[in-house]
């Protein structure tokens, strides 16, 4: 069973800037998508951005040009470059991975990293 962990998380104050990172677990697998959600307080949780195989990213338009998802393949990782954050930024950050298996796909979800940017 591939395992996800995510660290970097934290508390700062608008334009301040974090860096989170989730890996996985060694396995037989490949990695499609990997991509970045966000939960703020009594909300649903949103995708952030995303990253596929080939290296091309999607990010959602409240984030474009100050957050960088990127990935590297040697480690099974992703990561989450958050530059000029905003308190709307706040939430719980879960990173969200697409392994591929001999006999399918499966989508495991990490277990989520505090992020809170104060005014």
């Known amino acids: 069973q591939v395992q996800l962990v995510e660290s970097g998380g934290g508390s700062v104050q608008a334009g301040g800037s974090l860096r989170l990172s989730c890996s996985a677990s060694?396995?037989?697998?490949?990695?499609?998508?990997m991509s970045w959600y966000r939960q703020a307080p009594g909300k649903q949780r949103d995708l952030v951005a995303t990253i596929i195989s080939g290296g091309a990213t999607h990010y959602v338009d409240s984030v474009k040009g100050r957050f960088t998802i990127s990935r590297d393949n040697a480690k099974n990782a992703v990561y989450l470059q958050m530059n000029s954050l905003k308190p709307e930024d706040t939430g719980v950050y879960y990173c969200?991975?697409?392994?591929?298996?001999?006999?399918?796909?499966?989508?495991?979800w990490g277990q989520g990293t505090q992020v809170t940017v104060s005014s």
């Open positions: 060694e396995g037989s697998f490949s990695i499609n998508a």
């Open positions: 969200n991975v697409d392994f591929q298996f001999t006999g399918g796909s499966v989508v495991a």
